[in-house]
């Protein structure tokens, strides 16, 4: 099993910055994928950013958060971050981590592909 713990959300201005990181623990060996997805009221969750912990780390951004966001990780940590630069009030939502179960392939950006997921944390961007 794994357990996945968000942090790092906060309320802050329109064009501002925030690092959200995602610990893990518990055997993550089967994890090829962590993503992070974002959900706001009453709209659909949303993947914003997708990590492989293979094949060399490969990354990729959704085109609403292109140029913005990087999702990045530390191996020493256990950690997978979200660095979030020049924030709009759209981003706002609860933002949370996701890990597979898959020994090796591509990520993918349906939430129902992933089976580990956090307790999620907020961030509200105002202008």
Known sequence: QVQLVESGGDSVQAG???RLSCA???YTGA??????FRQA???ER???ALINLRYGGNTATADSVKGRFTISRDNAKN???LQMKYLKPEDTA???CAADRRNGGGCYWRHDEYSYWGQGTQVTVSN
Do not use: D, Q, R
Request: neutral net charge.
């Open 24 to 26: 893990a623990s518990g």
């Open 46 to 48: 949303e993947a914003v």
């Open 31 to 36: 994890t090829s994928c962590i993503a992070w």
């Open 79 to 81: 950690t997978v971050y």
């Open 41 to 43: 009221p009453g709209k």
């Open 16 to 18: 501002g910055s925030l």
């Open 94 to 96: 609860m933002y949370y």
